[in-house]
Structure formats: structure tokens, C-alpha cells
């Protein structure tokens, strides 16, 4: 057995720790009072009010108060003493009620109004009326009062004289408070993208929130966003709408920030600085209630664009530390009272790394100078003042190699650029600054940049966050949205879930989205809008538009590129009679969100499987090739009238610019400066009358091709269609008639060809003869030339399809994916459970709880088991199809084990040599986030046919599993790897 299994990898704290997770924020338990106690995180919990078990309600009842009534809403009240944040939320509430209701409420803030029935907002310690009531013991706040953004709902009635009844939003800080409003305009129907995605509100004359008290606070302590890579989308549609990124623009992303229950943000850094832009942008955030960063890069609250404009000398702490420790002073010095996180260390010039080595004795120099500056400016114990040091790239060396700071600093750990999480804490450590992740939407670097549109999938989203909260890297979640608008749906999920994770267990995953597609549009279409979300991020995660070329899918085998067009056109369909069929009023918001994604990513990936088949075409002397060529172009053009429709026919312009980032043409990391068609060839057909035949598995063609021509074998388990194409390379059009066996069938059997015919091919099985048979199917066309196509059918006597149990092999491999296991072993706390649409082409399945200890495979150790039956013997390849996860302990991979039958478990590391290494581009970590999978093989040999036992061991967690391919003989190359074999699998668990 392996060796690593059985050294200590980490620091365990014994069986008691498993399954729970490290709270370092101090942060409790969403709460609502009366329902049952939390479950452990890897258990379904006992799910609380979330956005699909609103605390609002249409209708009227007992104890219930009238927000709105006949279309008359509450009277609003809040302290004009309250924070100005406060206060502006409250504007906000106001607005946006009189949107649902059609009729905005008064709003008093110097004294309670005379009215029935009262809204009361405020801040604990700045409410008069609020402390007056907790004084009285009229509202309950025990479970908010000294927590972190904590909010409490109370219906009270009779709460004082004049006052029958009233809903009181109290938070425990004044941004509690705001989130309190904010969640309770959310719950009205208010979208937070109503502004951002142009989500209309639709309008109820009555609103009644439900009796008692609920309470609600964050589990993470620090939620945010990074505005990166914003040129030339963001940049032209800010400078086109507020001449700038000044206070105007931010204005509209920090009360976006907020609406989403976020409270953090790094803000845009290409060439622009927010501090220096606008100075009244960062006093606006900290007035909102948004706490201000800066990136990994940009040390002490100094952009980095602005040591261009101001720094003198190297960039270099060895050679001119002065200058550059009066550059950062002048920062803190800047951010003055300013809520803010300050990002500490150092990066070399231009986000590059600082030195060729290691040099922590060089970085350790500078976190130390930093950290006197932070205490001599801000005359504060250092200690006291919130800092991160991001372990980004090459600085997470510094740290593997024992570089230490202060126990108050959070550790900001890194994603790989690709959502992969690179390394997490040790579990059960605890640092009074705790640890974070910065993660990624958006990425401009190697192998190539990804900007264009959303390509991310909530499923992975939650499955690497729920490794950092488990793991307790729960103090900062800063996630890269790029432009921001593309990524609406991911930055709604990254957000939510850091509100509260618990919520959202994995089971509950498919609900989120459907929940999120009623916000935006209704509960009409939302199941079918949700299926579109979950299909096209699941369809562009594949491979990122960026990447895509016309090599990216299989023309040859398993029918791959046409398969892969005929689902995003089949979307594309979808999607549109969905928005023939919602409400002008949902038009702007569903093109946006859905449609336009949808139908630019089916066009694009036309647009290359079009070139790449023009080139074969042509390659064959194809006449069909020209038509090809056109209809290339075609596409090309489409791809620039969609962008045309989204700058100035959706919402009257307002999102002009917004698609302009370059996507077509990329040929090495970054993008070129220009759209560039990809090249097409056009060929002089002959005249006169001449047939080629191609067939389905070849990218030879005959007459050309010496050998026989042979389709891929039939078998009477998978009941196999095949194809062959009979196509001109003329100009005139000619007859065909086609003879073989009777039991085959083509279809058609004869006709007539202009370019091109394509002629299925399958087989009765009722009157094909038992055993092994070639049948030769013979194509007669013109000039009395003919082309025999054979096709190898296999119908044995036994086992007989209705009898055999598990995935038959044919034409050399078994397929499975890996949720179509027939059974599912665990072990004590240990389960297997499927993430429901992660991957692409299914679904996949991984071990619970993801802090479990390494298992040693065997006997009755947790693991699937997939029963095959196999024809033939000899050694096989297992191809395990995994997420391509990183291994987060820092050792040298994450294993799992193989094996057939009761033979000994195969110990695997899932992890090539270079697949862990993305600071130096590696050409397997390359393949591995181009191709959005890692693909690991193990050999076995198998010594008799018949049916045997596949089980895929847990050794590591945090192995996420995709698909299982047996392969016998050599696989044929595909992107996606072969379709799932036929199977009769007897589920025992489920």
C-alpha cells in the first residue's frame, strides 16, 4: 500500500472534529427562533428562511403585519441619528416599496409617526427608539447584540401607545442594519440586479410579513468582489456613462455589493486608482458601509497604476526602500478612519513576481516596515488594524517555505486563476486573523485569458467553497467578476453562499438556481430558465470561448463536434421561445442574463466546428467545402450583430461597450487587438460528376484511401446507428443505390446527390444471424464507380440484452459516468454523494465529509462500485475523468484507488508531474484548465470475459469524480471522451 497514506499529512485532531467546521470569524449560526437546531455541515439541514421560504407573504393572516395593504404601505421610520448608510438604505426601502405597491410610504426620522402600523429600522446604540424598546423588553436582541452584521425581525404588537403594530428591522452594527433592509426588499421583490440586469419588480397591492422573530447574520466575515481585466468592456461603458470611475460609477456597485449582502470590494486596478481618481469614492463606500481593498498586488491601500504616476526609482525594496515606504505611508495615510482591509507584502512591479528566488528574508523585511507604518500613522496597535497577506501565485512559496507574519494578519489563500483552490489551512488550526480565498470568474493570463462571458458553474463554485469552509478559511471570500456584468449568476451564488452556507447543502443546489431564475423572471419559466442556466454554464465550462478553435471537438469520433453544435442550438431554441414567451417587460433582463450567452456561445461554437469541417472538406476536394466557407462567414457576421443588438438595441443603449471584449482569433494568452475571422478555404470543383464516401470513426475518404473502410462495430446490447456520407466533387449531380445484407439497414437506399448525403445505418436485430458477421455494404454512384463499406455486427447467443447486468463493452471501451454507480460503499460518518450537473458531460460524485482522513483502500473501506461486463481480456486502461482539483494539503497530490473484482486496490495519484504548477504554466497544468478535467489512468488485467466489479476507492477527499472509461483497446481522440455505454445496472444504493 502506499506510503502516503499512511504518513501524516496533516494535523488531525481526532474523530471528534469530523465533519465540523472552524468558525475563526466569530461569526454564529443563522437563527430563526422556533425551528430546529442546525445539522453538521455535510448533512442536509434544517433549512431556515432563504429565498425560497420567504418570511413575505401575500396574504393576510393571524399575527401577520401589513407591510402593504390594498396598496398602502407602513409608514417608515428611522433615527436620523442612524448611520448615514443606514439611511440611505432606507431611501432605498422606501423607493423600492413604492415600486411593488405602486404607492412609496412616508419615511419619518425624528419621531415616530402616528399611524397603525409602523416599520421601525435601526442600529442598535444609535436608535433612541430602538435602545428605548430593548430597554423596555419590548424587542428581543439577545441573540444579535455584540455580533457581526446581525439583523433581527420582530413583529411587536402594541409595541407604545398610537401603535398597534409594528415590524422592527434592528441590526447589531449599522451594516446589520442595512442588510436587514436590504433582505427585506429582496423579499418584496425587489431583484439586487434590478439596476444592474434591468430585473423589473412586479407589482403586489398587498404584503404581510409572517409573525415572530427571526434573526440572520454572516457566516463569512468579509464578502466581496474584485472589479479586474476591465478594459476595453467596463472601461468604454464607464467612461461613456460617468466619464470616469469616480464616485457616480462606484455609487452603483458598492449599493449593488450591499443588495447582495456583501461588504467588500477590491476595486478596478488597470490604470486607475480609486483613491486618486475620485477621492470621494472611498469616503462614499465607507459612508454606505463598504469596506475598501486593494489586490493581491497593491500593498498599503496604493493602487498599483499609481507608482506610475507618482513613484520614482525601482520598484524594488532592496535597492530603494525610502521612497517606497514613503509611497505606502502616504497611503494609510489617505485611508485615514476609512473602514478598509490593507493588504500587505509585496509583489514585483507590474504584478509580477518580486525576486527569481524565494526571498523570504527580503519579504519578511517588508511586511515588518509595513506593518510600523500602519502603527505610526494610524497611532493603533498594528494588531488592531485589519490586514491580508494574499498567497497569490509564487508568494504561496513564501509561505510552503515557512515565511511567517503575525497571527492578526488573515491568510488570503489563492485559487489557481481557474477556480481551483490551491491550498488550504490545516485542519483545526486557528490564527487570530484566520484565513480566506481569493477566487476567480476571470482571468487574464495563461493558457489564455477568459473575459468574454460567464463560463462558471455554480456547482464548482460550491464545491471548492465548501472545502474553504470546511477547512476554515471563512474570514475574507473576495471573488474576481471581471467586468462584472457578464457574471450576474455566479457573483449572486459566491455571495449567498458566504452569507450562509449552511442553506445551501449540496442537495439543495438545483433549487438555487431555480430560485434565482424566479427572482429575476417569475415563477412562471422558472424551472425551464433554470435549466438553461444550469446547461449553458455547464456547456461554455467546457472550454472557455478564448480556447475554443476548430481543432477543440472531434469531427471523426463518437460524432462529437455535431453533437456539441446540436445542443447549444437545441438551448438556443429553448431559450428563445422562453422569451417569445415572457413579458415585454422581462425582454431586456432575459437577454442579458440568458439569451444572449446562450446564443452567442451556440454561434461561436458553429462558427469553428463550420471552419474545421470547411478545411476537411476541402482537404477531400469536397464541393460542399465553399458552402461551408460561406456559411462560416455567416456565423462570423452573426457573432458581431448579437454584440451589435446587446450595445444598442438592449435597454435603449444603456449597455453599450459592454461586449467588447475580443473573443474570436486567440492564438497565444492574450488577446489579439482585433476580432480576426478564422481562415476558411474555397476550392475549384471540377466539372462533371464524381463520388467520394467518408464514414463515420475516419478522416480518410474513399476512392482515396487504400485500406477497407470499416464503421464502427454493432452490437445487439448498445443497438448501435452508424453513418456514411456519400458526397460530390463535381459540379453536376449523380444517382447512388446502395446493396447489402437484408437484416441491414440504410437508410435512404438510394438517391441523388448536389453535395452531399448522409445515409444511417443500423441493423434488425431480430433478423440479423446469431454470432459474428461482416457485412459489406456497397455504394454504386457514377462512372460506374463503386465504394464496399463493411460493417462488423456482433449478436451472440447469451447473455441476452434483457439478462446482462452493468455497462457492456464495444469497439474497445466501457463508458460510465460516475452518478450510474450500482453501488455506493461508506464507512461510518464517510457517504458518497452526487453534486447534481458539475461537469461536462453529467454529472459528478465525491466523498462527504471533505475533512475525512486519507482512507486506506480495501474490504469494506469507502468506495462505487460499477459492474461491466467485458468481451474482452488482457490488460485494460482505466481512465478516471476528475475536476481538476489541487492538492490542498501542499504534498504531492490527491490519490484515489482502482480495481477490479477482489483484487488488490491500485493506488493512484491523480496528479501528473507539472499539473500543480501554475505560477510556471506547466504544460499539464495547462491541459488540465483548458480542457476543465484531469484525466488519470491505471492498467489491470483482466483474464477472463464475462462480468466483473469496477470500484473506484476513496483514499483523498476532495477527489470529485466525472466519468469512468474502460478502454481495451486504444481510445479513439475525442475532447469529451466516449458517450456512456449501454447498461442495465441494479442500483442497491442509490
Given at each position: 500500500?502506499?506510503?502516503?497514506?499512511?504518513?501524516?499529512?496533516?494535523?488531525?485532531?481526532?474523530?471528534?472534529?469530523?465533519?465540523?467546521?472552524?468558525?475563526?470569524?466569530?461569526?454564529?449560526?443563522?437563527?430563526?427562533?422556533?425551528?430546529?437546531?442546525?445539522?453538521?455541515?455535510?448533512?442536509?439541514?434544517?433549512?431556515?428562511?432563504?429565498?425560497?421560504?420567504?418570511?413575505?407573504?401575500?396574504?393576510?393572516?393571524?399575527?401577520?403585519?401589513?407591510?402593504?395593504?390594498?396598496?398602502?404601505?407602513?409608514?417608515?421610520?428611522?433615527?436620523?441619528?442612524?448611520?448615514?448608510?443606514?439611511?440611505?438604505?432606507?431611501?432605498?426601502?422606501?423607493?423600492?416599496?413604492?415600486?411593488?405597491?405602486?404607492?412609496?410610504?412616508?419615511?419619518?426620522?425624528?419621531?415616530?409617526?402616528?399611524?397603525?402600523?409602523?416599520?421601525?429600522?435601526?442600529?442598535?446604540?444609535?436608535?433612541?427608539?430602538?435602545?428605548?424598546?430593548?430597554?423596555?423588553?419590548?424587542?428581543?436582541?439577545?441573540?444579535?447584540?455584540?455580533?457581526?452584521?446581525?439583523?433581527?425581525?420582530?413583529?411587536?404588537?402594541?409595541?407604545?401607545?398610537?401603535?398597534?403594530?409594528?415590524?422592527?428591522?434592528?441590526?447589531?452594527?449599522?451594516?446589520?442594519?442595512?442588510?436587514?433592509?436590504?433582505?427585506?426588499?429582496?423579499?418584496?421583490?425587489?431583484?439586487?440586479?434590478?439596476?444592474?440586469?434591468?430585473?423589473?419588480?412586479?407589482?403586489?397591492?398587498?404584503?404581510?410579513?409572517?409573525?415572530?422573530?427571526?434573526?440572520?447574520?454572516?457566516?463569512?466575515?468579509?464578502?466581496?468582489?474584485?472589479?479586474?481585466?476591465?478594459?476595453?468592456?467596463?472601461?468604454?461603458?464607464?467612461?461613456?456613462?460617468?466619464?470616469?470611475?469616480?464616485?457616480?460609477?462606484?455609487?452603483?456597485?458598492?449599493?449593488?455589493?450591499?443588495?447582495?449582502?456583501?461588504?467588500?470590494?477590491?476595486?478596478?486596478?488597470?490604470?486607475?486608482?480609486?483613491?486618486?481618481?475620485?477621492?470621494?469614492?472611498?469616503?462614499?463606500?465607507?459612508?454606505?458601509?463598504?469596506?475598501?481593498?486593494?489586490?493581491?498586488?497593491?500593498?498599503?491601500?496604493?493602487?498599483?497604476?499609481?507608482?506610475?504616476?507618482?513613484?520614482?526609482?525601482?520598484?524594488?525594496?532592496?535597492?530603494?526602500?525610502?521612497?517606497?515606504?514613503?509611497?505606502?505611508?502616504?497611503?494609510?495615510?489617505?485611508?485615514?478612519?476609512?473602514?478598509?482591509?490593507?493588504?500587505?507584502?509585496?509583489?514585483?512591479?507590474?504584478?509580477?513576481?518580486?525576486?527569481?528566488?524565494?526571498?523570504?528574508?527580503?519579504?519578511?523585511?517588508?511586511?515588518?516596515?509595513?506593518?510600523?507604518?500602519?502603527?505610526?500613522?494610524?497611532?493603533?496597535?498594528?494588531?488592531?488594524?485589519?490586514?491580508?497577506?494574499?498567497?497569490?501565485?509564487?508568494?504561496?512559496?513564501?509561505?510552503?517555505?515557512?515565511?511567517?507574519?503575525?497571527?492578526?494578519?488573515?491568510?488570503?489563500?489563492?485559487?489557481?486563476?481557474?477556480?481551483?483552490?490551491?491550498?488550504?489551512?490545516?485542519?483545526?488550526?486557528?490564527?487570530?486573523?484566520?484565513?480566506?480565498?481569493?477566487?476567480?470568474?476571470?482571468?487574464?493570463?495563461?493558457?489564455?485569458?477568459?473575459?468574454?462571458?460567464?463560463?462558471?458553474?455554480?456547482?464548482?463554485?460550491?464545491?471548492?467553497?465548501?472545502?474553504?469552509?470546511?477547512?476554515?478559511?471563512?474570514?475574507?471570500?473576495?471573488?474576481?467578476?471581471?467586468?462584472?456584468?457578464?457574471?450576474?449568476?455566479?457573483?449572486?451564488?459566491?455571495?449567498?453562499?458566504?452569507?450562509?452556507?449552511?442553506?445551501?447543502?449540496?442537495?439543495?443546489?438545483?433549487?438555487?438556481?431555480?430560485?434565482?431564475?424566479?427572482?429575476?423572471?417569475?415563477?412562471?419559466?422558472?424551472?425551464?430558465?433554470?435549466?438553461?442556466?444550469?446547461?449553458?454554464?455547464?456547456?461554455?465550462?467546457?472550454?472557455?470561448?478564448?480556447?475554443?478553435?476548430?481543432?477543440?471537438?472531434?469531427?471523426?469520433?463518437?460524432?462529437?463536434?455535431?453533437?456539441?453544435?446540436?445542443?447549444?442550438?437545441?438551448?438556443?431554441?429553448?431559450?428563445?421561445?422562453?422569451?417569445?414567451?415572457?413579458?415585454?417587460?422581462?425582454?431586456?433582463?432575459?437577454?442579458?442574463?440568458?439569451?444572449?450567452?446562450?446564443?452567442?456561445?451556440?454561434?461561436?461554437?458553429?462558427?469553428?466546428?463550420?471552419?474545421?469541417?470547411?478545411?476537411?472538406?476541402?482537404?477531400?476536394?469536397?464541393?460542399?467545402?465553399?458552402?461551408?466557407?460561406?456559411?462560416?462567414?455567416?456565423?462570423?457576421?452573426?457573432?458581431?450583430?448579437?454584440?451589435?443588438?446587446?450595445?444598442?438595441?438592449?435597454?435603449?443603449?444603456?449597455?453599450?461597450?459592454?461586449?467588447?471584449?475580443?473573443?474570436?482569433?486567440?492564438?497565444?494568452?492574450?488577446?489579439?487587438?482585433?476580432?480576426?475571422?478564422?481562415?476558411?478555404?474555397?476550392?475549384?470543383?471540377?466539372?462533371?460528376?464524381?463520388?467520394?464516401?467518408?464514414?463515420?470513426?475516419?478522416?480518410?475518404?474513399?476512392?482515396?484511401?487504400?485500406?477497407?473502410?470499416?464503421?464502427?462495430?454493432?452490437?445487439?446490447?448498445?443497438?448501435?446507428?452508424?453513418?456514411?456520407?456519400?458526397?460530390?466533387?463535381?459540379?453536376?449531380?449523380?444517382?447512388?443505390?446502395?446493396?447489402?445484407?437484408?437484416?441491414?439497414?440504410?437508410?435512404?437506399?438510394?438517391?441523388?446527390?448536389?453535395?452531399?448525403?448522409?445515409?444511417?445505418?443500423?441493423?434488425?436485430?431480430?433478423?440479423?444471424?446469431?454470432?459474428?458477421?461482416?457485412?459489406?455494404?456497397?455504394?454504386?454512384?457514377?462512372?460506374?464507380?463503386?465504394?464496399?463499406?463493411?460493417?462488423?455486427?456482433?449478436?451472440?447467443?447469451?447473455?441476452?440484452?434483457?439478462?446482462?447486468?452493468?455497462?457492456?463493452?464495444?469497439?474497445?471501451?466501457?463508458?460510465?459516468?460516475?452518478?450510474?454507480?450500482?453501488?455506493?460503499?461508506?464507512?461510518?460518518?464517510?457517504?458518497?454523494?452526487?453534486?447534481?450537473?458539475?461537469?461536462?458531460?453529467?454529472?459528478?460524485?465525491?466523498?462527504?465529509?471533505?475533512?475525512?482522513?486519507?482512507?486506506?483502500?480495501?474490504?469494506?473501506?469507502?468506495?462505487?462500485?460499477?459492474?461491466?461486463?467485458?468481451?474482452?481480456?488482457?490488460?485494460?486502461?482505466?481512465?478516471?475523468?476528475?475536476?481538476?482539483?489541487?492538492?490542498?494539503?501542499?504534498?504531492?497530490?490527491?490519490?484515489?484507488?482502482?480495481?477490479?473484482?477482489?483484487?488488490?486496490?491500485?493506488?493512484?495519484?491523480?496528479?501528473?508531474?507539472?499539473?500543480?504548477?501554475?505560477?510556471?504554466?506547466?504544460?499539464?497544468?495547462?491541459?488540465?484548465?483548458?480542457?476543465?478535467?484531469?484525466?488519470?489512468?491505471?492498467?489491470?488485467?483482466?483474464?477472463?470475459?464475462?462480468?466483473?466489479?469496477?470500484?473506484?476507492?476513496?483514499?483523498?477527499?476532495?477527489?470529485?469524480?466525472?466519468?469512468?472509461?474502460?478502454?481495451?483497446?486504444?481510445?479513439?481522440?475525442s475532447y469529451l471522451g466516449p458517450p456512456e455505454s449501454f447498461n442495465r445496472t441494479l442500483t442497491t444504493n442509490p
Amino acid at each position: 500500500m502506499r506510503q502516503q497514506v499512511q504518513k501524516h499529512r496533516r494535523l488531525w485532531l481526532g474523530a471528534l472534529l469530523l465533519g465540523l467546521v472552524v468558525v475563526l470569524s466569530g461569526c454564529e449560526p443563522t437563527e430563526v427562533v422556533g425551528e430546529n437546531a442546525q445539522d453538521t455541515p455535510d448533512t442536509p439541514p434544517a433549512f431556515r428562511a432563504t429565498a425560497a421560504a420567504s418570511y413575505v407573504s401575500t396574504e393576510a393572516g393571524a399575527g401577520r403585519f401589513a407591510l402593504a395593504a390594498s396598496g398602502q404601505p407602513a409608514a417608515l421610520y428611522v433615527s436620523g441619528d442612524d448611520d448615514p448608510g443606514v439611511l440611505r438604505a432606507v431611501n432605498n426601502l422606501q423607493t423600492d416599496l413604492g415600486r411593488v405597491v405602486g404607492n412609496a410610504p412616508s419615511l419619518s426620522t425624528d419621531a415616530l409617526p402616528e399611524a397603525e402600523t409602523v416599520v421601525l429600522i435601526g442600529t442598535l446604540g444609535q436608535s433612541a427608539v430602538i435602545d428605548e424598546w430593548v430597554a423596555a423588553g419590548t424587542l428581543d436582541v439577545a441573540d444579535i447584540e455584540g455580533e457581526w452584521e446581525a439583523f433581527a425581525f420582530e413583529v411587536v404588537d402594541n409595541p407604545t401607545p398610537g401603535i398597534a403594530q409594528a415590524l422592527v428591522i434592528t441590526g447589531s452594527d449599522k451594516r446589520g442594519t442595512i442588510f436587514g433592509v436590504y433582505d427585506l426588499i429582496e423579499r418584496i421583490g425587489v431583484s439586487p440586479w434590478h439596476w444592474w440586469a434591468d430585473v423589473p419588480v412586479e407589482t403586489q397591492a398587498d404584503l404581510y410579513v409572517l409573525p415572530g422573530l427571526r434573526t440572520d447574520q454572516p457566516a463569512v466575515k468579509y464578502r466581496g468582489i474584485f472589479l479586474n481585466d476591465e478594459n476595453p468592456a467596463l472601461y468604454g461603458w464607464v467612461h461613456e456613462n460617468f466619464d470616469g470611475f469616480n464616485q457616480h460609477f462606484y455609487e452603483h456597485v458598492f449599493e449593488l455589493i450591499l443588495r447582495l449582502k456583501g461588504n467588500y470590494l477590491w476595486p478596478a486596478m488597470w490604470g486607475k486608482a480609486i483613491y486618486d481618481d475620485d477621492p470621494q469614492s472611498p469616503i462614499l463606500a465607507n459612508e454606505m458601509g463598504v469596506v475598501i481593498g486593494t489586490s493581491h498586488h497593491e500593498p498599503l491601500m496604493r493602487a498599483h497604476v499609481e507608482w506610475e504616476r507618482y513613484g520614482t526609482g525601482e520598484w524594488n525594496y532592496n535597492t530603494n526602500p525610502d521612497t517606497l515606504e514613503a509611497f505606502w505611508r502616504h497611503g494609510i495615510e489617505r485611508m485615514g478612519d476609512n473602514e478598509s482591509l490593507v493588504t500587505i507584502g509585496m509583489r514585483g512591479d507590474g504584478d509580477e513576481a518580486m525576486t527569481e528566488g524565494t526571498a523570504i528574508g527580503l519579504l519578511e523585511s517588508v511586511v515588518a516596515a509595513q506593518r510600523k507604518i500602519i502603527g505610526e500613522v494610524t497611532g493603533k496597535d498594528p494588531a488592531t488594524v485589519p490586514q491580508v497577506w494574499a498567497l497569490y501565485k509564487e508568494v504561496q512559496d513564501y509561505y510552503d517555505q515557512g515565511m511567517q507574519v503575525p497571527d492578526d494578519v488573515t491568510l488570503l489563500f489563492a485559487d489557481d486563476n481557474w477556480g481551483h483552490i490551491r491550498r488550504l489551512p490545516e485542519l483545526g488550526s486557528e490564527r487570530p486573523g484566520g484565513y480566506g480565498v481569493y477566487y476567480h470568474f476571470d482571468y487574464v493570463g495563461g493558457p489564455r485569458n477568459y473575459k468574454w462571458l460567464n463560463v462558471t458553474q455554480i456547482e464548482r463554485v460550491w464545491e471548492q467553497m465548501h472545502l474553504a469552509r470546511q477547512y476554515g478559511a471563512d474570514r475574507i471570500w473576495i471573488v474576481n467578476v471581471g467586468d462584472l456584468k457578464p457574471m450576474e449568476f455566479p457573483i449572486s451564488f459566491f455571495l449567498d453562499y458566504a452569507w450562509d452556507p449552511e442553506a445551501w447543502p449540496v442537495e439543495r443546489l438545483p433549487e438555487y438556481t431555480r430560485d434565482w431564475a424566479a427572482q429575476q423572471f417569475g415563477e412562471q419559466y422558472a424551472d425551464e430558465i433554470a435549466h438553461l442556466l444550469k446547461q449553458y454554464t455547464r456547456f461554455n465550462s467546457r472550454r472557455t470561448p478564448e480556447l475554443l478553435d476548430a481543432s477543440t471537438y472531434s469531427l471523426i469520433h463518437f460524432r462529437e463536434a455535431e453533437t456539441v453544435v446540436a445542443e447549444y442550438n437545441a438551448l438556443t431554441a429553448e431559450a428563445e421561445r422562453i422569451n417569445d414567451a415572457l413579458p415585454e417587460a422581462y425582454r431586456d433582463a432575459f437577454f442579458q442574463l440568458v439569451l444572449f450567452p446562450i446564443q452567442a456561445c451556440a454561434n461561436l461554437n458553429d462558427l469553428y466546428v463550420t471552419v474545421a469541417k470547411n478545411r476537411w472538406y476541402a482537404a477531400q476536394g469536397r464541393a460542399g467545402a465553399n458552402d461551408l466557407a460561406e456559411q462560416a462567414h455567416a456565423l462570423y457576421a452573426r457573432d458581431a450583430e448579437l454584440t451589435r443588438q446587446f450595445h444598442e438595441d438592449l435597454a435603449d443603449g444603456k449597455w453599450n461597450h459592454m461586449m467588447s471584449q475580443v473573443h474570436i482569433g486567440y492564438t497565444y494568452w492574450q488577446q489579439p487587438p482585433e476580432q480576426t475571422m478564422p481562415e476558411v478555404q474555397e476550392i475549384d470543383v471540377p466539372a462533371g460528376a464524381d463520388m467520394g464516401v467518408s464514414i463515420e470513426g475516419s478522416a480518410q475518404w474513399w476512392l482515396e484511401a487504400e485500406e477497407d473502410a470499416v464503421l464502427p462495430g454493432f452490437d445487439v446490447y448498445h443497438q448501435q446507428t452508424s453513418y456514411l456520407d456519400v458526397f460530390s466533387r463535381g459540379q453536376e449531380t449523380f444517382d447512388f443505390t446502395v446493396s447489402t445484407e437484408p437484416w441491414v439497414i440504410v437508410t435512404p437506399s438510394s438517391g441523388t446527390v448536389d453535395v452531399q448525403q448522409r445515409l444511417d445505418v443500423s441493423i434488425n436485430w431480430e433478423a440479423a444471424p446469431v454470432g459474428t458477421q461482416r457485412a459489406a455494404i456497397t455504394v454504386a454512384g457514377p462512372n460506374e464507380t463503386s465504394v464496399v463499406v463493411f460493417a462488423d455486427v456482433s449478436n451472440p447467443e447469451a447473455p441476452g440484452r434483457e439478462d446482462i447486468v452493468g455497462f457492456v463493452e464495444s469497439n474497445g471501451y466501457v463508458s460510465m459516468e460516475a452518478v450510474h454507480y450500482a453501488n455506493a460503499v461508506g464507512q461510518g460518518a464517510i457517504t458518497w454523494k452526487p453534486i447534481e450537473g458539475l461537469g461536462r458531460t453529467l454529472s459528478a460524485i465525491t466523498a462527504f465529509p471533505v475533512t475525512a482522513e486519507p482512507q486506506t483502500p480495501g474490504g469494506d473501506s469507502p468506495h462505487l462500485e460499477y459492474p461491466v461486463y467485458l468481451t474482452s481480456t488482457g490488460e485494460v486502461t482505466v481512465h478516471a475523468y476528475l475536476s481538476p482539483s489541487f492538492d490542498f494539503w501542499g504534498t504531492d497530490g490527491l490519490y484515489y484507488a482502482v480495481s477490479f473484482d477482489d483484487a488488490e486496490p491500485q493506488v493512484v495519484n491523480m496528479h501528473p508531474e507539472g499539473s500543480l504548477s501554475p505560477d510556471t504554466y506547466h504544460p499539464e497544468w495547462n491541459q488540465m484548465v483548458g480542457r476543465n478535467i484531469l484525466q488519470s489512468t491505471s492498467t489491470h488485467v483482466i483474464d477472463t470475459p464475462g462480468a466483473h466489479v469496477l470500484k473506484f476507492w476513496l483514499v483523498d477527499p476532495g477527489v470529485v469524480l466525472q466519468k469512468l472509461v474502460v478502454a481495451t483497446d486504444s481510445l479513439p481522440p475525442s475532447y469529451l471522451g466516449p458517450p456512456e455505454s449501454f447498461n442495465r445496472t441494479l442500483t442497491t444504493n442509490p
